[in-house]
C-alpha cells in the first residue's frame, strides 16, 4: 500500500490543479478530445541503509505528459506547465494516509514533440518518501 498512497497523493495534487483538464491514469482508454495529460509512475528499488527494521527510502518519477492541439503556437502548453511547475515545487510535500512524498528537484520540462495532430511536453517531476 506504501507506493499506492504515493502515487494517491501525488494523484490529489495533480487533481487540484486549475483550471482542470481531462487525465489519462495509468490503465485506462485513450483520451480523443485536446488538451489532456497522461500519468506515468517510475520507481527506483527501494534504498535500505541499515539491515533489520523497516526504514527505507522510495524514490521515483512522476511524469505527466502534455496533449495539445498541434499548430496551435506553446503558449496554452506552456502555461499548463508552469501551473504544474508551481503545484510540485521543490521542497513541497504531498500526502495521503500518512505516506508523505517529497519533491527531490525542481520540475523538468523535456523536450516537446509533434505527433500526427498533437504537441506533446512530458514533465518529469523527482520525488522521495522516507517509509518506517
Same mark, same amino acid.
Do not use: C
Given at each position: 500500500?506504501?507506493?499506492?498512497?504515493? *502515487?494517491?497523493? @501525488?494523484?490529489?495534487? !495533480?487533481?487540484?490543479?486549475?483550471?482542470? =483538464?481531462?487525465? $489519462?491514469?495509468?490503465?485506462? +482508454? #485513450?483520451?480523443?478530445?485536446?488538451?489532456?495529460?497522461?500519468?506515468?509512475?517510475?520507481?527506483?528499488?527501494?534504498?535500505?541503509?541499515?539491515?533489520?527494521?523497516?526504514?527505507?527510502?522510495?524514490?521515483?518519477?512522476? *511524469?505527466?505528459? @502534455?496533449?495539445?492541439? !498541434?499548430?496551435?503556437?506553446?503558449?496554452? =502548453?506552456?502555461? $499548463?506547465?508552469?501551473?504544474? +511547475? #508551481?503545484?510540485?515545487?521543490?521542497?513541497?510535500?504531498?500526502?495521503?494516509?500518512?505516506?508523505?512524498?517529497?519533491?527531490?528537484?525542481?520540475?523538468?520540462?523535456?523536450?516537446?514533440?509533434?505527433?500526427?495532430?498533437?504537441?506533446?511536453?512530458?514533465?518529469?517531476?523527482?520525488?522521495?518518501?522516507?517509509?518506517?
Amino acid at each position: 500500500m506504501t507506493i499506492t498512497n504515493i *502515487q494517491i497523493a @501525488l494523484e490529489t495534487s !495533480l487533481n487540484a490543479i486549475t483550471p482542470a =483538464i481531462a487525465t $489519462r491514469w495509468p490503465n485506462t +482508454r #485513450l483520451i480523443k478530445v485536446l488538451p489532456y495529460q497522461e500519468v506515468y509512475f517510475f520507481h527506483a528499488p527501494p534504498v535500505h541503509n541499515e539491515y533489520g527494521g523497516g526504514l527505507h527510502r522510495i524514490d521515483g518519477l512522476l *511524469q505527466v505528459s @502534455l496533449f495539445y492541439e !498541434l499548430l496551435k503556437g506553446k503558449s496554452e =502548453i506552456m502555461a $499548463r506547465a508552469e501551473l504544474i +511547475r #508551481l503545484a510540485f515545487q521543490r521542497g513541497s510535500s504531498h500526502s495521503h494516509a500518512g505516506i508523505t512524498a517529497i519533491i527531490s528537484r525542481s520540475p523538468y520540462l523535456k523536450p516537446m514533440q509533434e505527433d500526427n495532430d498533437k504537441f506533446i511536453l512530458p514533465i518529469d517531476i523527482e520525488y522521495f518518501s522516507h517509509i518506517t
